[in-house]
T-cell receptor, first 109, second 114 residues
Framework: GQNIDQPTEMTATEGAIVQINCTYQTSGFNGLFWYQQHAGEAPTFLSYNVLDGLEEKGRFSSFLSRSKGYSYLLLKELQMKDSASYLCAALDSNYQLIWGAGTKLIIKP | NAGVTQTPKFRILKIGQSMTLQCTQDMNHNYMYWYRQDPGMGLKLIYYSVGAGITDKGEVPNGYNVSRSTTEDFPLRLELAAPSQTSVYFC?????????????FGPGTRLTVL
């Protein structure tokens, strides 16, 4: 079956760095997305990786290892507004997104 | 651009009632999607459309129907509502021809079936 695993909840301190991991098992693979979802709001796009390696975009970076079925989202210089759920989603061979349950990130002052 | 809009924002239905969730996008996207999100769970794809007149089932289509008569609109119909359909429903769209492209989400409809 197809499956996405990510931690349910993480806590970090304002100004620090946090890494949110995601492992995936899909029938075929056409890339991995990270979305941010604030409580009660719609998901918004953060990043898309299809090749191995690190993609940096400001304070957020996303890494992919296709051979390991693994990705992470790295958030630097954490701000209180980064408190949200972070959703990992893999695109399978039919170009359908398989979504993880999300990681709730709590930022403490 | 308004992006993706959904109505209503909230709705309470009785078991057995029917309703239509509306979704409209003004970005001229050909691809549109309906998801449901249960508490603590990932998004589940209900139906999607790759263009006007073309729809296909996703992972959890039972109990739902869709139509796509125009590029802009993609309504989701619930027939004979059941408590298991209590969820948050998101409509999304993405740019034509780029299946790996960003999906833009509407604000969601929170549906409770009692």
């Amino acid at each position: 079956g197809q499956n996405i695993d990510q931690p349910t909840e993480m806590t970090a301190t304002e100004g620090a760095i946090v890494q949110i991991n995601c492992t995936y098992q899909t029938s075929g693979f056409n890339g991995l997305f990270w979305y941010q979802q604030h409580a009660g709001e719609a998901p918004t796009f953060l990043s898309y990786n299809v090749l191995d390696g690190l993609e940096e975009k400001g304070r957020f970076s996303s890494f992919l290892s296709r051979s390991k079925g693994y990705s992470y989202l790295l958030l630097k210089e954490l701000q209180m507004k980064d408190s949200a759920s972070y959703l990992c989603a893999a695109l399978d061979s039919n170009y359908q997104l398989i979504w993880g349950a999300g990681t709730k990130l709590i930022i403490k002052p | 651009n308004a992006g993706v809009t959904q109505t209503p924002k909230f709705r309470i239905l009785k078991i057995g009632q029917s309703m239509t969730l509306q979704c409209t996008q003004d970005m001229n996207h050909n691809y549109m999607y309906w998801y449901r999100q249960d508490p603590g769970m990932g998004l589940k794809l209900i139906y999607y459309s790759v263009g006007a007149g073309i729809t296909d089932k996703g992972e959890v289509p039972n109990g739902y129907n869709v139509s796509r008569s125009t590029t802009e609109d993609f309504p989701l119909r619930l027939e004979l509502a059941a408590p298991s359909q209590t969820s948050v429903y998101f409509c999304a769209s993405s740019y034509e021809g780029q299946v790996t492209d960003t999906q833009y989400f509407g604000p969601g409809t929170r549906l409770t079936v009692l």
